[in-house]
Nanobody, 124 residues
Framework: QVQLVESGGGLVQAGGSLRLSCAAS????????MGWFRQCLGKEREFVAG????????DYADSVKGRFTISRDNAKNTEYLQMNSLKPEDTAVYYC?????????????????WGQGTQVTVSS
């Protein structure tokens, strides 16, 4: 079992930055691939970024590539999402998730554990 708690969301102006954190409980954090997803009101949850258990492989949605960076610190049981050059269309609830499946970062159903989400609002 892995419990995930996101933090770092908030209100920021367009062009600004935020860093989201996802703290994981349990001693097996390093065994899981991790991902970030987001969901806007009335829309489906969508993939944002994913990272392998070692941190050596990453994947990004085209909409955030070059602006967002996913990372992890297995010693701290924490995953991060650095978000730069934020746009109003990045406004959403952001969720972190853990998956035991290799190289399936974009597949929502492969993530067994989810956080409660943190709101990110980007004003124009």
């Amino acid at each position: 079992q892995v419990q995930l708690v996101e933090s770092g969301g908030g209100l920021v102006q367009a062009g600004g930055s935020l860093r989201l954190s996802c703290a994981a409980s349990g001693r097996t954090f390093s065994r899981y691939a991790m991902g970030w997803f987001r969901q806007c009101l009335g829309k489906e949850r969508e993939f944002v970024a994913g990272i392998s258990w070692s941190g050596g492989n990453t994947d990004y949605a085209d909409s955030v590539k070059g602006r967002f960076t996913i990372s992890r610190d297995n010693a701290k049981n924490t995953e991060y999402l650095q978000m730069n050059s934020l746009k109003p269309e990045d406004t959403a609830v952001y969720y972190c998730a853990a998956s035991s499946v290799v190289n399936a970062y974009r597949v929502l159903r492969e993530y067994a554990f989810w956080g409660q989400g943190t709101q990110v609002t980007v004003s124009s």
